[in-house]
């Protein structure tokens, strides 16, 4: 069968549960779902230490039943993106989310994957400013990076909204708002090798108010 | 050198510079023509290829080589000029093997073509990129932000990924090609190695990087000196003070500020607390790619031990952003230094149990001897540093080859093993953290009282060039910095260890398996977004 992959196509679709409902057995599958999540052993940069040294014996999240983690997406329902999303990194974490198997859900660890975090500029051409611009979010955890404390809290928060059928867990492509930073940047102009070349001569201007600013270091 | 390069090659300019304050012995421009011959001889004289990149001047680009030795510190920066129109340069890719890699980040970062350069494509950028960041023509790009964009560059990326890298696609007969990473347990990161492979064989092994770039470099030219301190806690997440350490050496040695005997001490103890930190994360993780899962809590457990004394000090666990130009954000608190003194007798037991148990086990020992091994030649013309290069035989530490702050004053050995395999490097490490334990134990018993900042400073940086390094846990850390007298920098140059060493693997991986490679990997400490800048 073709698939449709178009995003319009897909927003104006309804989702399959929608049809039928069986609410009991779907409170049975969601409480069944909140207590075993599985999460991709996947990181991206720093707060993939601190998802580490969560699940490590200090914080040990084995106690709260997310200690499974799974190296493959085929066997994984949770993916935790934690680190900055660089822009070479963005088809490789599409192709990871589109691998796991539905219901499947998404926790933005940290600033750089909620929203670009430290490394957002007006103009900045490495890094996508928040992977929910590609794929939907069901937590985020603020934090540069978070701790590990906030981590499982994020988790927490995520076994709560499935338990009480606040989110069925993503079938489809995101609509997501999108907002442009219009800010103007400081860019530098390119300088004059031939000046920058010369010291002696030039830095005899800009010395005089450079001195004043000098003196208080020793004072 | 000088005199052979005074007297061969005729420099066209030729400038002594003070290698206490610009950190190098002079600065030569050569001709286009003759940047070979230098090269040649360099090496010849067994330096290595420190650092190579380019600025971007109106009239045309400047492309800096800085030369090094093991023995001495005995920096040198050579120039060519390269014109804006007539972009070309030529390639020293056939002389040194580091070149490959430092040339293809110039030419995509500025353009510039590397004549008889084996492969000009992308290092760090996206296959499909076609921008040149660096340039200061270059005034941002609002493409990446934007949602549809987003999706239609995923196709582009992939698409030119294919084309880029057609090997990573086909199959001719026996041979096959996998791809390890980008998302793998163990390339700690994201880091693509496409392995050749016949069988379970390694024939060779080609490294994708980029996947974490995070344009530090650029991202500095636009903001002061004062707001750079975060990208150097986040450069290298996992020994955060030893990058701090290194922009404040190279900002106070330009600046001629000499930060108080307090600070230095607190400066030399958490970041030598910090190494200890780093190579705990890696043994854990190095041993949990063997198939150990033991001595990853236990190593987890130490480490935590060590944060929580950092946390007292900065307030951080992780990406530390504790020292100012001359001096610290805070100071080092009176618990901490008692937690100090109740970690160094625990953590000393502690390694001995590690060395009981894994040093001599079986198992370990026949999967990392003799495995991966790097020769001091390879080690030469790759610019490896750090751990990795002293398991080569070679005692290159900055500490010690060029003592900055305190360590001068300070007796610790620097560990060395000549065998260059995986097992080497295991052991450097590990010896290096009996060692760090000796530094701050002479350090945490007479902390000098004083005053934790040298007082108010200028806010710019004094026109010129500087080169400055540090030892960090894996190796020698450099920053190149042009200044122009402004509030912010006109460009900083980041020389990270781990990328040298993770270049050097390429010539480690031919003859492994497969599982071996995940060991060559684990023992060679990277850090991706520290590569990937």
């Known amino acids: 069968m073709e698939i449709n992959k178009d995003p319009e196509f897909l927003e104006t679709q309804t989702p399959p549960n929608g049809l039928v409902s069986f609410f009991k057995l779907d409170h049975l599958l969601n409480i069944a779902r909140s207590n075993s999540q599985w999460p991709l052993t996947f990181g991206l940069a720093c707060c993939a230490i601190e998802f580490m040294a969560a699940g490590a014996s200090r914080f040990d999240l084995d106690r709260f039943g997310f200690g499974v983690a799974r190296p493959s997406p085929r066997q994984a329902d949770l993916m935790i993106v934690a680190g900055t999303i660089s822009r070479k990194m963005v088809p490789c974490i599409k192709t990871l989310y589109d691998q796991m198997p539905a219901p499947k859900y998404v926790i933005a660890h940290g600033g750089c994957a909620t929203a670009g975090g430290p490394f957002k500029y007006p103009g900045q051409y490495g890094i996508l400013e928040g992977i929910d611009k590609i794929i939907p979010v069901n937590v985020y955890i603020p934090g540069c990076p978070p701790r590990p404390e906030a981590l499982i809290a994020g988790l927490l928060e995520l076994r709560r909204l499935i338990k009480e059928g606040k989110t069925q867990g993503t079938m489809s492509p995101a609509i997501i708002e999108d907002s442009q930073d219009a800010r103007p940047a400081e860019y530098k102009n390119a300088i004059s090798r031939a000046d920058f070349r010369k010291p002696p001569a030039p830095p005899a201007p800009p010395t005089p108010p450079a001195a004043p600013t000098a003196a208080p270091a020793q004072a | ?533």
């Open chain 2, 1 to 533: 050198m000088k005199k052979w390069l005074q007297g061969s090659i005729k420099p066209e300019e030729f400038t002594e510079k003070n290698i206490k304050t610009a950190g190098i012995h002079f600065e030569a421009l050569v001709g286009q023509d003759k940047i070979r011959e230098v090269a040649k001889e360099f090496l010849k004289q067994s330096y290595y290829l420190e650092s190579l990149t380019a600025v971007d001047f109106q009239e045309c680009f400047e492309v800096v080589y800085h030369f090094n030795r093991w023995e001495t510190q005995a920096r040198v920066c050579v120039k060519i000029l390269v014109g804006k129109d007539a972009n070309n340069a030529p390639s020293l890719s056939s002389i040194y093997k580091s070149a490959v890699w430092f040339e293809r980040e110039v030419h995509e970062m500025f353009g510039i073509t590397f004549d008889g350069h084996p492969g000009l494509k992308n290092l760090l950028l996206p296959e499909s990129s076609r921008i040149h960041p660096l340039l200061k023509s270059f005034k941002g790009e609002p493409k990446g932000s934007d949602v549809a964009q987003s999706l239609k560059l995923i196709e582009e990326d992939k698409r030119d990924f294919e084309v880029a890298y057609p090997r990573s696609i086909t199959q001719q007969g026996k041979d096959y090609y996998l791809n390890l990473g980008p998302q793998h347990p163990s390339t700690h990161g994201v880091l693509r190695i496409l392995l050749h492979l016949n069988g379970e064989r390694i024939l060779d092994g080609e490294p994708i990087i980029g996947y974490s770039h995070r344009h530090h470099e650029k991202m500095m030219e636009i903001q002061n000196y004062l707001a750079c301190w975060p990208n150097f806690g986040r450069l290298d997440y996992v020994g955060a003070m030893s990058f701090n350490f290194g922009y404040a050496r190279l900002v106070e040695t330009a600046m001629g500020v000499a930060p108080p005997p307090r600070v230095e001490a607190i400066r030399v103890l958490t970041t030598e607390l910090n190494r200890i930190a780093s190579h705990l994360l890696w043994l854990g993780t190095f041993l949990m790619d063997l198939g150990a899962m033991t001595p990853f809590f236990y190593c987890f457990d130490d480490r935590e031990k060590i944060l929580d004394i950092l946390e007292m000090a900065t307030g951080e666990r992780l990406t530390y952003d504790y020292f100012r130009f001359g001096g610290l954000d805070k100071d080092f608190p009176v618990e901490a230094i008692a937690a100090t003194k109740q970690f160094i007798p625990e953590f000393k037991k502690r390694l001995r149990e590690y060395d009981k148990l894994i040093s001599k086990n079986v198992i370990f020992l026949n999967r990392v001897r003799g495995m991966g091994i790097l020769t001091k030649e390879d080690a030469l013309a790759y610019g490896v540093t750090g751990p990795m290069l002293r398991a080569s035989g070679v005692a290159l530490d900055e500490r010690r080859r060029d003592p900055y702050s305190l360590y001068q004053h300070l007796d610790f050995n620097v560990p060395i093993r000549t065998d260059g395999d995986v097992y080497a490097r295991y052991e450097v490490r590990m010896q290096e953290m009996e060692e760090c334990l000796k530094i701050i134990a002479q350090l945490v018993d007479n902390l000098p009282e004083g005053a934790i900042s040298s007082g108010k400073l200028p806010k710019n940086v004094p026109k010129g060039e500087y080169y400055s390094a540090i030892e960090s846990a894996r190796g020698s850390f450099g920053i190149y910095l042009v200044s122009d007298g402004s509030l912010n920098p006109y460009r900083i140059k980041l020389r990270t260890p781990s990328f040298s060493n993770l270049n050097a693997i390429i010539d480690m991986l031919p003859g492994c398996f497969i599982s071996d490679a995940v060991a060559v990997l684990g023992s060679t400490d990277i850090v991706l977004p520290e590569i990937d800048r």
